[in-house]
Nanobody, 120 residues
């Protein structure tokens, strides 16, 4: 069974940086590149929202709220997707989840979530 293992969350000050990583365990390399990968976040009392995606060709997209501050990237050889978060704001505080999806037929995996807290 494929598992997505996240790391890199924690506490940062406003204006600071954090880097999140998500490694796909038990996924063969030839399958890894077929997925679109994304990062979502969910703040307390709010719905989960899409933050950034990167497709199999490396094309990226971002929520307006993080454009110019966050960068999504992937390393096919390491089967890993990362989210570099700069110029962090308190409103970036949330649990961040990585997501792999492809289809048809639909196939989707979620990471366990990692807490990011931005506070002085």
């Amino acid at each position: 069974q494929v598992q997505l293992v996240e790391s890199g969350g924690g506490l940062a000050q406003p204006g600071g940086s954090l880097r999140l990583s998500c490694a796909a365990s038990r996924m063969i390399l030839s399958e890894f590149w077929t997925y679109t990968m994304g990062w979502y976040r969910q703040a307390p009392g709010k719905q989960r929202e899409l933050v950034a995606t990167i497709d199999r060709y490396g094309s990226t997209s971002y929520a307006e709220s993080v454009k110019g501050r966050f960068t999504i990237s992937k390393n096919n050889n390491r089967k890993m997707v990362s989210l570099q978060m700069n110029s962090l704001k308190p409103e970036d505080t949330a649990v961040y989840y990585c997501n792999f999806n492809r289809g048809p037929p639909p196939q989707e995996y979620w990471g366990q979530g990692t807490q990011v807290t931005v506070s002085s």
